[in-house]
């Protein structure tokens, strides 16, 4: 295979209602897509990150700089390039997950493509349709809170998480159960609001039945949530903390969690994630793929991964609906609380190129094959 050309595409889409975590608001999907072409066929991958670094440290123009400078040219250098030699051409540069997770998912896909399989094939998925959860952000009141809750659970959804921060925890998680009763699989995000000293304040999420506590504490206090993880009765899963497969196998080895969230941009990619989930699966700790806002392009690819065995947790995989009126490719759609994963070649999906056009702000290329720079 030889990669013929790589375009970056920035988009703008506008979500069908603002979404409010305890890092940021989001009122659109502001992100970019990246198109690699081959000799054989195209792929299409999409970046998790935002335009700011306020929930990771990669942020979008950055992503950027270090694909133009570092990344591409070492991909690019390689005599065959494919998906499985991505990670170890890309090692040398340090960090930036998201950005190699970028390149290496728009390679699988095309690489996929080319072989007409399926993404899910190539990963091990064991199922065609995959349980659906779905993520409620924080709202003003707690009536506006149980009246989404209300609107997905009658939509079909089969877990409801809510994301909390200090002063929105305890009240709108009683109001919720209260509401919907023990039988809804609820849980609670918290994207590192919280610190060990909010250990005992936490403790009163534990009247609630809740599945997990996700990411209570900073991506970097692992020693607090060994900690806190002695001090709950909730589950505690990590999502920031684990960016490998190795951090994985530390976590779960010094007993910092009982589930753990695998989100491919954030880890590196989708063989990354496929690593923690192997990881994860021998030691007995389930796993889930978290969502990051994705067009159907990205919630293609976390469908195909999210069919693997070890995924036991319905996933933050939702309808397109949940986000979006129009979608970049076919729409997405809930049938009996679950999701189909695509069989079609690759990712299984294709971008329309009228929806593209309404939603692409600008288009650069990052390599040609035969021309400088």
């Known amino acids: 295979m030889k990669i013929e050309l790589i375009e970056l595409v920035e988009i703008r889409l ?19 897509l990246l198109r690699v072409v081959t000799d054989a066929a195209e792929g299409w991958a999409e970046f998790g990150g935002d335009p700011e670094p306020l929930y990771s440290a990669e942020f979008a123009v950055g992503a950027e700089r270090v694909l133009l400078d570092h990344l591409v040219p070492r991909v690019t250098a390689l005599h065959r390039p494919s998906a499985a030699r991505i990670a170890a051409a890309l090692s040398p540069v340090k960090g930036h997950h998201m950005a190699k997770a970028l390149l290496e998912t728009a390679i699988l ?10 993404l899910a094939t190539y990963l091990g998925a064991v199922r065609d ?17 149980l009246e989404s809750v209300s609107g997905y659970l009658e939509q079909g959804y089969v877990r409801i998480k809510l994301k909390i921060e200090p002063g929105w925890d305890v009240e709108p998680v ?14 609670v995000d918290a994207n ?4 060990l000293t909010d250990a005992e304040h936490l403790r ?33 899963c990590l999502d920031e903390s684990i960016r490998s497969a190795r951090e994985a196998a530390a976590a779960i080895a010094l007993g910092a969690c009982r589930i753990i969230n695998i989100k491919p941009s954030r880890v590196g990619g989708y063989l990354e994630a496929r690593r923690i989930h192997d990881i994860c699966a021998a030691h007995g700790i389930p796993v889930w793929c978290g969502g990051m806002l994705e067009t159907g392009i990205g919630r293609a690819q976390n469908l195909a ?5 070890g995924f036991v947790l319905p996933s933050d995989i939702s309808a397109s609906s949940r986000y979006y009126a129009e979608d ?8 009996n609380g679950c999701l189909s994963v695509p069989d079609g070649p690759g990712s299984g999906v294709t971008v329309r190129p009228a929806a593209l056009g309404r939603y692409a702000v600008s288009t650069r290329k990052l390599y040609k094959r035969g021309s400088t720079r």
């Open 14 to 32: 506008p979500l069908v209602r603002p979404f409010r975590t305890s890092c940021a608001s989001d009122t659109e999907r502001h992100t970019f």
């Open 192 to 195: 590192t609001a919280y610190s």
């Open 328 to 335: 970049l490719t076919d729409a997405f759609e809930l049938d």
């Open 129 to 145: 349709r995959v349980p659906a959860g779905v993520s409620v952000g924080i709202t003003d009141t707690i009536a506006e809170l």
């Open 174 to 187: 009683r109001a919720v159960r209260r509401e919907f009763g023990d039988e809804l699989a609820l849980q």
């Open 204 to 236: 009163g999420l534990d009247e609630f039945g809740l599945v997990q506590i996700e990411q209570p504490l900073g991506e970097d206090d692992l020693r607090g949530h060994i900690e806190l993880a002695k001090l709950l009765r909730t589950p505690i």
């Open 305 to 309: 991964l999210a069919a693997l065995p």
């Open 109 to 118: 896909d095309a690489e996929c493509r080319a072989h007409a399989m399926p």
